[in-house]
Structures are given as C-alpha cells and as structure tokens.
C-alpha cells in the first residue's frame, strides 16, 4: 500500500511507547495537503488566544476580531451587553454573509450596513426591512452564531467548534499555576515574529529542554539542566526549569505541589499551539498561528506583575531566546525536506511531551481519510 492510500490516521500514527516510537513521518512538515487538513482537523476544532486585554471593558460595546488571522481568518467580534455579559459572535451577517462590525465602538445593537439587518448584542435577529412576506421568517438560523469563549486572566480565547470544552482543556494547569495573581497582570510588550518554518516544528522545539545546553548558552547558565522535568496531561503539558543557585526563582505557597523546589519557570503548553510561560515577574504568551506548510507567526506577549524582577532569571532576554529558537527551527524546516529524511526515535528521558503532542496530532486526524 503506497503512502497515499493510507488514511491521515495510518500515516501519522505514533506508538503509545515512547521507548518504540518514531517520531511524526517528515510529510507532517512538509506536504502542502497535509498542511490543509492540518487546519481543518486541528485549527479549526481548538482553542486560540484572541485577545490579551478585554477587547470591551465597558457594557454595550462592540470590537471586531479576527480568529487565527492567516490561518482560520474567521471574522469575529466581542460584545458586552447592558447587563455587563461579554460574548463573541459571528461577524458574518445570516443574510448575504456581509462584515457586520467594522470598528470598536459604543452600540446598543449591531446592523448590517449592506441591507440594515439588525442584531441585539446576545446575537439574536432584531429586524429586516422589507422581509414582511417572507415564510418562515426569522429562524434561528438568521441569529448571529455564538462563538465558544473562554479566558485565563486577561487572556481572552475562543474556538470555531472547539473539541474538548474551555474547561477540560486548561484545567491541569489552571490548577497548578494558580498561584499567579492573574488578576493583576498587565500587558507590557506585543510582538510578531515570522519565521520560515511548519507550526509543528516550532511547537516540537518549545516542548523539550533537550536542545538548550545546545542551543541557547544564556538560558543554561540559569536552568539545572539536570533537574529539568516534565509532565503531560490530556489536552496540554508542563516542563519546569530549576533555577540554579542564586538564579531568581519562584517563592511558591505552602500547599503548592511544588513547594520547597526552586522553581526558575513553568512552560505550560496547550494543544495545538498556545505557550505560557510562568516567571517570578509575570507571564509570557507564545501563541502560534499557522500562515502556510512553511510558514508560520508567533505572537509574543508579556504580562507583567512585577517589574521589579523583569529582566532577572529565566525570563530574560526572551528574544535573544526566541531568535535562537527560530534559527534551529528553520534550519530544521530545511532538513525535513530532505528525500533522505523520513522520521527519526524520541528520547524517553527528554522527550515525553514531543511524543505526547504528536500523539495528539495523530489523534486529530483518526476518522478523516
């Protein structure tokens, strides 16, 4: 049986063993149909951040957003009501699928400026001029779909048709970092980086500390590389980075899991591609969106707590980090292209969350030919 014959699920499978298993075959990365379904049976079933500040703070507002903008494009917008709820909805109009909010602004109300239909803030149809002999009209059809919306903080997500609920997914480390006082964070830097890579590949380096006596000299001389750890979960895992002596590290709770260790940073990752990142000061955000098999933006975010400690430990200089990362990720993207290259083995000891996220990969596509 050629490999095209075989179902996405066949193609990609990965052995539950880590101690058998090969990594994801080097197509993952490179063929541009498996990018599609990628999109379509990944992207398009999770959740992603949207925004890292309330996109409307104040009631009977309206903000336009756009859901994974170069991947998913799916035009959205946020709406808070008079009784102060926030929703997302649909910024598609149900009648000939016009842009319905094209500006943040004060509104009771959201109309159509193509035809002057009508919507209240909840998404539900209000009015339509000159619709009186229609039958059958209005149905629920011709409401604004409500968008699934979740939020950490100030982070705010939200998905087109999400797998797993908001709450099942961030669970585990909702838990174990809530010791942050998320209320308290305030936006202090956004930036895009664009890289000449696959998503995955970006995602393959952030989940192990394998490569970082390797790659990234400055980081090292702060973590133990030694003591690096690891966990998984269903949805999403955590690595954590000892701090070495007279490193800056986190003063955790009694009652904490981890109390007692001199924890430096949590990297937490959320299936398909959302990085947090827990230091003493703050917390960082890594959020991948995919714009082609060979391409890829990262927007980097970073919230802050306390600025007396930014710059201190492993959480700084984050963007000499983040370019080392993109210069071995691209240099990766070049070799997986190799008619050489197939796949190659997981170490047990240092890559149990890559294994896991490509396990969740292949999950994604079982039943999808």
Same mark, same amino acid.
């Given at each position: 049986?050629?490999?095209?014959?075989?179902?996405?699920?066949?193609? %990609?499978?990965?052995?539950?063993?880590?101690?058998?298993?090969?990594?994801?075959?080097?197509?993952?990365?490179?063929?541009? #149909?498996?990018?599609?379904?990628?999109?379509?049976?990944?992207?398009?079933?999770?959740?992603?951040?949207?925004?890292?500040?309330?996109?409307?703070?104040?009631?009977?507002?309206?903000?336009?957003?756009?859901?994974?903008?170069?991947?998913?494009?799916?035009?959205?917008?946020?709406?808070?009501?008079?009784?102060?709820?926030?929703? $997302?909805?649909?910024?598609? $109009?149900?009648?000939?699928?016009?842009?319905?909010?094209? #500006?943040?602004?004060?509104?009771?109300?959201?109309?159509?400026?193509?035809?002057?239909?009508?919507?209240?803030?909840?998404?539900?149809?209000?009015?339509?001029?000159?619709?009186?002999?229609?039958?059958?009209?209005?149905?629920?059809?011709?409401?604004?779909?409500?968008?699934?919306?979740?939020?950490?903080?100030?982070?705010?997500?939200?998905?087109?048709?999400?797998?797993?609920?908001?709450?099942?997914?961030? $669970?585990?480390?909702?838990?174990?970092?809530? %010791?942050?006082?998320?209320?308290?964070?305030?936006?202090?830097?956004?930036?895009?980086?664009?890289?000449?890579?696959?998503?995955?590949?970006? $995602?393959?380096?952030?989940?192990?500390? %394998?490569?970082?006596?390797?790659?990234?000299?400055?980081?090292?001389?702060?973590?133990?590389?030694?003591?690096?750890?690891?966990?998984?979960?269903?949805?999403?895992?955590?690595?954590?980075?000892?701090?070495?002596?007279?490193?800056?590290?986190? #003063?955790?709770?009694?009652?904490?899991?981890?109390?007692?260790?001199?924890?430096?940073?949590?990297?937490?990752?959320?299936?398909?591609?959302?990085?947090?990142?827990?230091?003493?000061?703050?917390?960082?955000?890594?959020?991948?969106?995919?714009?082609?098999?060979?391409?890829?933006?990262?927007?980097?975010?970073?919230?802050?707590?306390?600025?007396?400690?930014?710059?201190?430990?492993?959480?700084?200089?984050?963007?000499?980090?983040?370019?080392?990362?993109?210069?071995?990720?691209?240099?990766?993207?070049?070799?997986?292209?190799?008619?050489?290259?197939?796949?190659?083995?997981?170490?047990?000891?240092?890559?149990?969350?890559?294994?896991?996220?490509?396990?969740?990969?292949?999950?994604?596509?079982?039943?999808?030919?």
């Amino acid at each position: 049986m050629s490999p095209r014959s075989r179902t996405l699920a066949e193609r %990609f499978a990965i052995d539950d063993d880590i101690r058998r298993a090969s990594t994801l075959h080097a197509d993952a990365y490179r063929d541009p #149909e498996v990018y599609r379904a990628q999109v379509a049976a990944i992207f398009a079933r999770s959740w992603h951040v949207v925004s890292a500040t309330d996109p409307v703070p104040r009631p009977e507002h309206v903000a336009p957003l756009v859901l994974l903008e170069g991947c998913l494009d799916e035009p959205i917008v946020a709406t808070r009501d008079r009784a102060g709820v926030r929703r $997302c909805l649909s910024n598609v $109009c149900t009648h000939r699928g016009n842009i319905v909010a094209t #500006e943040v602004a004060s509104a009771t109300t959201l109309r159509c400026r193509y035809h002057g239909r009508r919507f209240g803030l909840d998404g539900r149809f209000a009015h339509m001029p000159e619709f009186e002999q229609a039958e059958g009209f209005p149905s629920p059809a011709d409401d604004l779909p409500v968008v699934p919306i979740g939020s950490w903080g100030p982070l705010l997500f939200a998905g087109v048709r999400p797998a797993v609920p908001f709450e099942d997914w961030l $669970c585990p480390l909702r838990a174990r970092l809530g %010791f942050v006082p998320w209320d308290k964070l305030e936006l202090h830097e956004a930036r895009d980086y664009e890289l000449n890579a696959h998503w995955a590949l970006y $995602c393959d380096n952030y989940l192990e500390g %394998f490569h970082i006596p390797f790659v990234h000299a400055g980081l090292a001389e702060k973590l133990d590389y030694g003591a690096y750890s690891s966990e998984t979960f269903e949805w999403s895992s955590l690595q954590i980075g000892i701090a070495k002596d007279g490193e800056d590290a986190f #003063e955790l709770p009694a009652g904490h899991p981890d109390h007692g260790r001199r924890i430096a940073a949590f990297y937490a990752f959320l299936f398909p591609a959302t990085m947090i990142n827990v230091y003493p000061w703050g917390v960082s955000v890594n959020a991948v969106r995919p714009l082609g098999v060979d391409r890829t933006r990262v927007t980097f975010l970073s919230l802050v707590h306390d600025p007396a400690r930014l710059g201190q430990g492993a959480g700084s200089n984050l963007h000499r980090v983040e370019l080392e990362d993109e210069a071995i990720v691209q240099n990766v993207q070049r070799g997986v292209r190799s008619r050489f290259y197939e796949r190659g083995r997981y170490s047990p000891q240092r890559e149990a969350c890559v294994h896991h996220f490509h396990r969740l990969i292949a999950r994604a596509f079982e039943g999808r030919s």
